[in-house]
């Protein structure tokens, strides 16, 4: 079975360069999207990647920050006019923390008319989801985990893929020791790297939270991580971030090290 991760955006909640950093995992003619970035940029990306809104039935909301949660309310909007149109089959299932929840549907209430709002509990179906709990979401079995950030509720994931291979998403923020269970012998590990470590003194990624592409290289190689992906970047090393991530990380990590553009993607 053919599965294909979807890079839909590379940057930080700044960037002007590329989209904010999410992503989705093709399964069949089916896409699980994780986060949404930061507007409707998300139709745009959806469109250049050729998914079609119809096809998405899963999304997985990590925290509530302005890059990763508005462009939902844009796909609640165009998913909900669909289903109205009788062009969208079945319904949209959403899952995020508990507070999380609270949340999107204030700022979907707020921003959204009545018609496409009130879909939400006849079609649109939000499932919140604690920490060490387990789901099946399109045919993969899931365990979510609070990666504990002192900035806003956030949650990652681990799943095995159809083929078997471990794939773990920590969110956009730096490791966590207690996250080690998760990390430990990832075949895919998806890992923030806010900046150079050279260049951490122009960025500041510790005051954020976040961690140079020494840091989640570092990671990648503790753990024996086959395949570290590094996204949730600046942008103003855009043209040469391939090539200058890459020097730097494979310094510290000797495994297979993708620094990944818009809209790139990998066969799982």
Known sequence: MKETLIILGTGNATVTKCYNTCFAVKKEDEYFLVDT????????????????????????ISHEHTDHILGLVWLIRMIATRMKNGKYEGNLDIYCHEELKETILTIVRLTVQSKFYNMIGQRIFFHTVADGEERDIMGYHLTFFDIRSTK???????????????????????????????VEGADWFLHEAFCLYEQRDIFKPYEKHHATVKEACEVGERFGVKNLILYHTEDKNISKRKELYTAEGRQYYSGNLLIPDDLETFEL
């Open 152 to 182: 806003a509720k956030q949650f990652g994931f681990t799943t095995t893929l159809a083929n078997g291979k471990k794939f773990t998403f920590i969110g956009d923020e730096n490791y966590q020791e207690h996250e080690a269970p998760y």
């Open 37 to 60: 970035g930061g507007g409707n940029g998300i139709l745009a990306q959806l469109e250049k990647a050729e998914i079609p809104m119809e096809k998405i039935h899963n999304i997985f």
